[in-house]
């Protein structure tokens, strides 16, 4: 399987077309046909656990997998809390491109210019 093209939007998560919508909840849940929660990680200063944030996003490649999804969407945080941005582009990357997935197309939805500016960053340092 080859890595996802993932790519970053101004908007809304639930409002960017695809096979899956996931978001962060308190617990894994379906919303509608297309939209789903996984259960988020939780920032618990003063540092979060990153092998709880790597899982939040295993877990949403592994839904979308069963769920036979090629294009998946997320919300430029899949977390409950403030992460440090920094951390959640690094973390979030890594997963989304070392885990095996049918997917072809992953496209990070985010709500302000800054964080459009952040995730650009990270993706321009991938190899």
């Known amino acids: 399987m080859r890595r ?27 919303v509608g046909p297309s ?12 540092s979060g656990p990153e092998r709880e944030l790597a899982e939040t996003y295993r877990r949403a ?12 969407v997320l919300p430029a945080a899949l977390v ?14 890594t997963v989304l491109m070392s885990t095996p997935s049918p997917l072809r197309e992953v496209t990070i939805a985010v709500t302000t210019p800054a964080m459009l500016e952040k995730w650009a ?7």
């Open 61 to 72: 490649v592994a839904l979308a997998t069963e769920r036979g999804a090629r294009t998946l």
């Open 35 to 46: 939209l789903v929660t996984v259960q988020a990680a939780r920032w618990r200063p003063p």
């Open 121 to 127: 960053e990270a993706l321009a340092r991938e190899p």
């Open 4 to 30: 996802p093209r993932v790519r970053v939007v101004l908007g809304k998560p639930e409002e960017q077309p695809s096979d899956l919508v996931i978001l962060p909840g308190r617990r894994a849940s379906e």
């Open 80 to 93: 409950l809390g403030s992460w440090p941005i920094d951390d959640v582009t690094r973390v979030a990357l």
